[in-house]
């Protein structure tokens, strides 16, 4: 139905849910190298990598599941970027890489696969030191980073193959931050000791995903001649990356200082019905945004510019309404400090 097939929703849960574990890796070897040097802040930062752990292993569940289901990994992803950008793939060119993917990621996802397990479950208790929690998490990330770049090759290290590179691996700074941050603003909301840790870093993760972006954007320049195309999915993308961009521009540094001024002394101050509302809709458009320009590119929608941005805007309000109820859940327990 409007073109979405089964075995698209597949492939992008697939790229959601890698880039989810990627992401997850990633600032869980950052929060536990901060760890090491902020002072008071120690075990709030290693409490909030772990408490990444039940993230990681849900993208990686995910993950694996499309992956062997349907094989995801075995039909190249018809690469698209998120400005509407797009390389298509010719069947014999399917055919020519399809053994040497599917040989190259079965090792890295298997070796991941014992990494996510152990992490799992010889993690430490929070609060507490466990020597390899860092090391395992920066080879998670790599792990995963492997298999997002890995999914096509051209066979030469050419301008093509640069973008597939940059074009897949960016979605670990953009989605899979995005994804990070809603799930610890979400976790953290009845843990007074975790947001004196989370809510004075929010900037720097907030400026991955506009770094994530920029690699997007330097990505097209490699192929934007002949892969450029007007199609309604095109003005679509284009729309949804403007909407981005305005709400980190207008809303990003506002509420990052809004979460901040939330930290004293003697506790943490609650956040305003007003404020928490305006955080819950930026959040909600940050994170729909990138899953919607992310699910466009597994699909020949056969949907006017007009029809998506009802399905978009449908889909931001269905996000905040569940947005609000999870919060409204979270608060109902007592706070720890």
């Known amino acids: 139905m409007f073109g979405i097939e089964p075995v698209g929703v597949v492939r992008f849960l697939a790229q959601v849910s890698i880039a989810v574990v990627a992401a997850t890796s990633f600032w869980q070897f950052v929060f536990f190298r901060q760890a090491a040097k ?3 802040r120690r075990e709030g930062f290693t409490d909030l990598a772990f408490a990444l752990t039940p ?4 993208g990686f569940v995910v993950f694996v599941s499309a992956w ?3 094989g995801t990994f075995v039909f190249s992803p018809e690469a698209a970027a998120h400005e509407g950008v797009r390389l298509y793939l ?10 040497a993917v599917f ?12 990494v996510v397990l ?3 479950f010889k993690r430490a208790k929070p609060g507490t030191e466990w020597y390899l929690a860092k090391p395992l998490a920066l080879l998670q990330f790599l792990l995963a980073s492997f298999i997002m770049i890995s999914t096509y090759r051209t066979g030469d290290i050419d301008q093509e193959q640069i973008f597939f590179w940059l074009h897949n691996w960016h979605s670990v700074l953009t989605v899979g931050t995005v994804i990070v941050i809603d799930f610890l603003y979400v976790v953290t909301l009845s843990q007074d000791s975790l947001k004196r840790a989370l809510y004075p870093f929010f900037p720097a993760m907030s400026a991955a995903i506009f770094i994530g972006l920029g690699i997007d954007f330097a990505s097209n320049l490699l192929v934007f001649e002949q892969a450029l195309m007007f199609t309604p999915r095109f003005f679509f993308s284009q729309t949804v990356v403007a909407i981005l961009i305005l709400n980190g521009a207008l809303l990003a540094a506002r509420i990052n200082n809004v979460l901040i001024g939330l ?12 404020a928490a509302k305006i955080i819950g809709i930026s959040g909600s458009i940050s994170i729909v945004s990138w899953l919607s ?6 699909f020949e929608l056969q949907l006017s510019y007009a029809s998506l941005m009802l399905f978009y805007l449908g889909a931001i309000g269905v996000a905040w309404l569940s947005h609000q109820g999870v919060e409204k859940l979270r608060s109902l327990q007592q706070p720890t400090t």
């Open 68 to 70: 062997g289901i349907l």
């Open 103 to 114: 040989e190259a990621n079965v090792i890295p996802i298997a070796l991941l696969a014992v």
């Open 38 to 40: 902020a002072g008071d």
């Open 118 to 120: 152990t992490n799992l």
């Open 293 to 298: 320009i992310t699910f466009v590119d597994f």
């Open 263 to 274: 930290i004293r002394k003697e506790g943490i101050l609650r956040l305003s019905p007003p």
């Open 90 to 99: 010719e069947a014999d060119e399917r055919a020519q890489y399809l053994r």
């Open 55 to 58: 993230l990681l292993f849900i």
